[in-house]
């Protein structure tokens, strides 16, 4: 229908940071709310999706009766949540900001104060992205990318690496976008690779534009 144009399809949502423990009292995390992936579930689920969030720790939560919330803490918990609930999705929206590194040992017991330098090693995290584009079936997948630095190149190239059907490009260069704001400043790039730059909106508004080009991916 018109208004529901997403009615039947079943959207994942990653959003949040995770956070990696180090022991029992602390743990390694960033600087995400979960705002925009909220946003974008929100907006999904308006247009008719059934959507299921996989939400990493933050103060943020949605109660909008089409949005199913799956919390999870570790990146791992993350891949293992998204991962078994990938089969039954038409679509995926990867905005979590996933830890890239964990330490490779948690300590189990709280680690004393007592050396001048304290060296923790740390691991790489399972890419959850980076799956699902290798066990691709049907669905459509939409990543994001921040960078600081190249950011059109690298956004380019994750679409392709990953197998993605678009990726939202967020700057931090830009005043009013990213971590914590209320506002956003993306650009839309779709696989055949042409850009759409959006003005600086607030993140409801982004979440409806991404939603919307979806909905053309959709038909495209
Ligand atoms: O490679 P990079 O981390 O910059 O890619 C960002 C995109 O990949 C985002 O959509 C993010 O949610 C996703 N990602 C993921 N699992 C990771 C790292 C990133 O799903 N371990």
Same mark, same amino acid.
């Given at each position: %229908?018109?208004?529901?144009?997403?009615?039947?399809?079943?959207?994942?949502? %990653?959003?949040?940071? %995770?956070?990696?423990?180090?022991?029992?009292?602390?743990?390694?995390?960033?600087?995400?709310?979960?705002?925009?992936?909220?946003?974008?579930?929100?907006?999904?689920?308006?247009?008719?999706?059934?959507? $299921?969030?996989?939400?990493?720790?933050?103060?943020?939560?949605?109660?909008?009766?089409?949005?199913?919330?799956?919390?999870?803490?570790?990146?791992?918990?993350?891949?293992?949540?998204?991962?078994?609930?990938?089969?039954?999705?038409?679509?995926?929206?990867?905005?979590?900001?996933?830890?890239?590194?964990?330490?490779?040992?948690?300590?189990? #017991?709280?680690? !004393? $104060?007592?050396?001048?330098?304290?060296?923790?090693?740390?691991? !790489?995290?399972?890419?959850?992205?980076?799956?699902?584009?290798?066990? !691709?079936?049907?669905?459509?997948?939409?990543?994001?990318?921040?960078?600081?630095?190249?950011? $059109?190149?690298?956004?380019? $190239?994750?679409? #392709?690496?990953?197998?993605?059907?678009?990726?939202?490009?967020?700057?931090?260069?830009?005043?009013?976008?990213?971590?914590?704001?209320?506002?956003?400043?993306?650009?839309?790039?779709?696989?055949?690779?042409?850009?759409?730059?959006?003005?600086? #909106?607030? !993140?409801?508004?982004?979440?409806?534009?991404?939603?919307?080009?979806?909905?053309?991916?959709?038909?495209?």
């Amino acid at each position: %229908t018109a208004n529901k144009p997403l009615s039947g399809k079943t959207a994942i949502v %990653t959003a949040g940071p %995770t956070i990696e423990h180090i022991d029992p009292v602390r743990y390694i995390t960033n600087h995400s709310s979960g705002k925009m992936g909220i946003a974008i579930a929100n907006a999904l689920a308006d247009a008719g999706a059934a959507v $299921k969030l996989v939400l990493g720790p933050t103060n943020q939560s949605t109660t909008h009766p089409g949005v199913t919330t799956f919390a999870v803490q570790t990146a791992q918990e993350m891949f293992d949540q998204v991962t078994s609930l990938y089969p039954q999705a038409n679509l995926v929206v990867a905005a979590a900001a996933v830890a890239d590194y964990r330490p490779a040992n948690i300590a189990d #017991k709280k680690i !004393k $104060k007592g050396q001048a330098q304290l060296h923790i090693d740390l691991e !790489k995290t399972p890419d959850i992205l980076r799956y699902l584009g290798e066990h !691709k079936a049907h669905q459509l997948l939409i990543g994001f990318s921040l960078e600081t630095d190249n950011e $059109k190149e690298y956004a380019l $190239k994750k679409l #392709k690496d990953k197998n993605l059907d678009m990726i939202v490009m967020n700057s931090l260069a830009d005043a009013g976008a990213g971590f914590n704001y209320d506002t956003n400043k993306v650009t839309l790039f779709s696989k055949n690779g042409d850009g759409r730059s959006l003005p600086l #909106k607030s !993140k409801l508004e982004v979440a409806r534009d991404i939603v919307s080009a979806i909905i053309d991916l959709q038909h495209a």
